[in-house]
């Protein structure tokens, strides 16, 4: 089964353009004009990577990108702009695009950014699908006693006191995550994901630190988002 992409430039010569150079890949290329448009393709699900124009007349593709997220959609999302400001492209990479393509550009180059994108995606999620079709270690213990006392120097009261401290500050970590997911900051999430991990290792939270790992792997996967979420709900209970 071929992948499909899903393309939104509101520009019709831009739009012939950049669809006939994927001709040549084995892709299935949707087509949008408008954010409108994409909004209504990309709920449809199955698309293995987002193209999206910067800015449209109807909106941006940063704010449609975090519109999706919001609803837990997990696509990765290249973006292509005219703009050559380091600092839109900064900005546009901290809103959740994992590519940014400048335009106008060759034929070849627009080809090898798609396809360079496309490896590193990881394969869509159907709709409907549940989370543990991404393996989610749910059958590892939540905590791991042995590894804790371990790391502290063989004192279960040190691991009992750091465990108390880890979990009041678990839902501060939980909730910055979840900011960072919504608004597609994958910079702001692997930062609170490295700390937390690290903390992770000295209690033995072996069923977050696992869930936060895969978490970091694929930061737009919904499926592992919600896992991570239900491992911090067991971690915390």
């Given amino acids: 089964m071929k992948q499909s992409v899903l393309l939104l430039e509101d520009e019709p010569t831009s739009r012939m353009f950049l669809a006939?150079?994927?001709?040549?890949?084995?892709?299935?290329?949707?087509?949008?004009?408008s954010v409108a448009q994409a909004r209504e393709l990309a709920a449809q699900g199955g698309h293995s990577l987002w193209l999206f124009d910067a800015n449209l007349p109807d909106g941006t593709g940063a704010d449609l990108l975090g519109e999706l997220r919001s609803q837990g959609m997990a696509t990765p999302a290249l973006v292509h702009t005219a703009a050559l400001d380091a600092d839109e492209r900064r900005h546009l990479l901290a809103r959740g695009?994992?590519?940014?393509?400048?335009k106008p550009?060759?034929?070849?180059?627009?080809?090898?950014?798609?396809s360079t994108a496309l490896a590193q995606a990881p394969a869509p999620l159907p709709l409907g699908e549940s989370p543990a079709a991404y393996g989610a270690p749910d059958d590892l213990p939540v905590w791991?006693?042995?590894?804790?006392?371990?790391?502290?120097?063989?004192?279960?009261?040190?691991?009992d006191a750091l465990r108390g401290l880890f979990l009041a500050e678990l839902p501060t970590a939980r909730d910055?995550?979840?900011?960072?997911?919504?608004?597609?900051n994958h910079v702001a999430m692997h930062d609170t994901l490295h700390r937390l991990r690290a903390s992770c290792g000295f209690v033995g939270a072996a069923r977050l630190d696992a869930a936060g790992q895969a978490l970091r792997d694929a930061p737009d996967c919904?499926?592992?988002?919600?896992?991570?979420?239900?491992?911090?709900?067991?971690?915390?209970?």
């Fill in 20 to 33: 006939t150079a994927l001709a040549g890949l084995p892709i299935q290329v949707d087509t949008a004009q």
């Fill in 97 to 102: 695009f994992s590519t940014v393509v400048i």
């Fill in 105 to 114: 550009l060759g034929a070849e180059a627009w080809r090898q950014a798609v």
């Fill in 144 to 159: 791991d006693d042995a590894a804790a006392i371990a790391a502290l120097g063989g004192s279960r009261d040190n691991v």
């Fill in 176 to 184: 910055e995550i979840m900011a960072a997911a919504r608004a597609g």
């Fill in 222 to 237: 919904s499926a592992r988002l919600q896992h991570f979420m239900d491992a911090v709900e067991a971690t915390a209970s």
